[in-house]
């Protein structure tokens, strides 16, 4: 540190030592630690006690930046409790499950009082008073219940607060900022715009009148404390991407990041030129370390996850005190009953099976695909320069089908294979023999899974009388796809002019736009549970089996909740993937008396078969 800098902490440790900071300055500064990092690792930790500061503080030992002046940045928000924020996480969950994520899941419930805004380190204990003295001031004419009125729009949803009732909260802001300039030399931006709660935005307009029915069961009287909270975030990574490590990662080489399950990572999405594929270059949050890190042992999570929560201020209300206890009940039977998001959200699925009867349903892993056998390569190795396909190898398929684009869309969107067709004709003929009646079939979007139910529709006898339903809902998790976007999959008119017999009546849970890129697990998963359903509700009602031909994540991800089971571990779910074999089955029937689905034994036997090794004629010629 430069003379001047030192200087300034050691007045501001001066000035400190007359208050209740030493408590938690002094330890650090006892192991040695100099004074700016030492309030830097409190800032950072919500200065909740010296021992997490100091673990702060040893993990960010090779942290680049842990002598740089940067402060956090901090926000004010107005945020529910009680039986109004459960109603709220219901509808959070429920909003997400049947509608997919929107920009509302990135924070929690809450009504922005005031932007984010810098305070320096030293200064944060000045903030907090700040937060203590205008909620003293504002207790007694700060409304006992805030009455919240839902608003839609094309792209938004969400609960207004009532002029009268916003004109004291923007007071309580005001007053926020004014002490917090005072105390903590501060510059705050009250919120002065209309004071709303978000319920959901910018989500696909056809999930509008879905939202607004979900959004209508959550009342706004219910009994609810209000409590103004004070969180931090890093400045440096705002526009970043937030990934959290689902294993744990020994690095290889030098520039390579340690995970620890659990650790957050920040991911520039723009800065990953030197990237090679499958891996990211990304900042983790507990070192402050920067370099490489394999994509695929992370999950995409909320930006909020990283914040720090610093104080809050709980407004007394009038509340009828038995009604508080029941409050505290129920959210104590909550917490014991239903563990955190999922299984609230499966008592939809629960319901729809006591409303379908007598159905099956078969899930099928489409066929060997091309690439599995010839690598990442294998459109380089069959296509002439002037961008014509051909066949190297017998197991490549005799032609490809047409495509509006070039042939380069079927590098991530791969055929199947030749033996990839038989296994496919094989499992269908034996359907055919087991006697079972197929009413309908749907399939994911990828061509090796529409190429495998119109093969198995074939051997069917049904490939003229019965139409593919295409469910880009149930399409491979998009995080183990290779590259940064969706891939280009064809579309349903090029799928007919490709000859498969694709339905353009069907409407599917989710269009093919909606597919996002590196979606979370929890994305994945729930996104499954959705399209299941609503494959189940398009069935016809009389006794039949539906044949869903997808990718072996399907066998798990769509059958789990059909059964009424929560998803896997995300890690566990991995580790059973990979032992799906081609043409993999899982069948499901339903229980006549007690209305519930059953895993069973599938119609037909495994197709078990071994590898073949390329094999070359030259090196049987004398010399070679």
């Keep these: 540190m430069a003379a001047g800098e030192t200087q300034v902490y050691a007045k501001v440790n ?33 200065r909740k006690t010296a021992e997490e500061a100091a673990e702060w503080l040893h993990c960010h030992c090779n942290d680049p930046s842990l002598d740089d002046p940067i402060p956090q940045e901090y926000a004010l928000f107005l945020c529910p409790t009680g039986p109004l924020l459960e109603k709220l996480q219901e509808f959070w969950r429920e909003s997400k499950r049947q509608c997919t994520k929107n ?59 009532t002029d009268s009732h916003a004109d004291v909260i923007r007071e309580f802001a005001m007053m926020f900022a004014t002490e917090a300039a005072v105390l903590a ?12 709660l978000t319920l959901a935005h910018k989500f696909y307009p056809h999930h509008q009148r879905t939202l607004e029915q979900l959004a209508r069961a959550v009342h706004p009287g219910l009994s609810c404390q209000w409590t103004a909270t004070l969180y931090s975030r890093d400045m440096r990574f705002v526009h970043y991407q937030t990934l959290r490590a689902l294993f744990q990662y020994k690095p290889q080489n030098v520039d390579e990041l340690p995970l620890t ?43 909020c996850d990283t914040w720090v929560k610093h104080r809050m201020y709980t407004f007394s209300l009038a509340m009828d005190l038995n009604s508080r206890k029941d409050g505290d009940a129920s959210s104590r039977r909550n917490g014991e009953v239903y563990p955190p998001q999922r299984p609230r959200s499966m008592g939809s699925i629960q319901a729809l099976q006591g409303a379908i009867l007598r159905k099956s349903v078969l899930v099928v892993r489409h066929g060997e695909r091309v690439d599995q056998i010839f690598g990442k390569s294998w459109l380089q190795q069959c296509s002439t320069p002037d961008g014509k396909y051909y066949r190297p190898d017998l197991n490549f398929p005799c032609s ?37 009646q197929i009413t309908s079939v749907f399939t994911s979007p990828a061509l090796r899974c529409v190429q495998t139910a119109k093969h198995i529709l074939e051997e069917l006898k049904l490939e003229k009388k019965m139409k593919i339903k295409v469910e ?48 979370s697990y929890e994305e994945y998963v729930d996104r499954c549970a959705v399209s299941v359903e609503h494959i189940i509700s398009c069935c016809p009602q009389d006794m039949g089996v539906t044949l869903i031909v997808g990718h072996g994540s399907a066998l798990d991800s769509c059958i789990r909740p059909l059964l009424g089971l929560p998803p896997r571990d995300s890690a566990d779910f991995a580790q059973l993937v990979r032992k799906i074999p081609s043409l993999g089955m899982c069948f499901c029937e339903e229980n006549k008396e007690g209305g519930k689905w059953e895993l069973v034994a599938p119609p037909v036997k495994t197709l078990t078969h071994g590898s073949n090794s390329a094999f070359n004629w030259k090196n049987w010629i004398p010399g070679n």
């Excluded at 400190?16 to 938690?24: A, D, E, N, Q």
């Excluded at 009125?149 to 607060?161: M, P, Q, T």
Aim: hydrophobic residues 35%; glycine residues 8%; charged residues 20%.
């Design 14 to 46: 001066s000035k400190l030592k007359g208050r209740s900071t030493p408590s938690l300055l002094d330890p650090l500064l006892g192991m040695g630690f100099p004074a700016h990092t030492a309030l830097k690792a409190l800032a950072a930790t919500g």
């Design 103 to 161: 920009r509302a899941h990135e924070v929690f419930p809450h009504i922005t009082l005031c932007d984010f805004f810098t305070c320096e380190d030293q200064k944060v204990e000045c903030l907090y008073e700040a937060l203590k003295r205008a909620g003293d001031r504002m207790l007694g004419s700060f409304p006992s219940v805030v009455p919240l009125v839902l608003h839609s729009s094309i792209s938004y949803l969400g609960f207004f607060v």
């Design 185 to 196: 030399d501060c510059t705050v931006k009250p919120c002065t715009k209309q004071l709303h």
């Design 261 to 303: 399950p659990g650790d957050h990572l920040f991911v520039d999405p723009t800065q990953q030129e030197e990237a090679s594929e499958g891996w990211v270059i990304g900042v983790s949050q507990r070192t402050g370390c920067r370099g490489f890190l394999p994509e695929n042992y992370t999950e995409r999570v909320r930006e």
């Design 400 to 436: 490809l089908p047409r495509r509006g684009n070039s042939i380069k869309d079927f590098e991530n969107d791969p055929p199947l294979s030749s033996c990839g067709i038989f296994q496919s004709r094989t499992a269908g003929e034996a359907l055919l023999s087991s006697g079972i």
């Design 472 to 519: 880009p809902g149930i399409y491979e998790w998009t995080k183990w796809e290779a590259g940064k976007t969706t891939p280009t999959l064809m579309t349903l008119d090029e799928l007919k002019e490709a000859n498969f017999n694709v339905s353009t009546d069907y409407r599917p849970a989710f269009p093919l736009a909606s597919l996002m890129p590196a979606e």
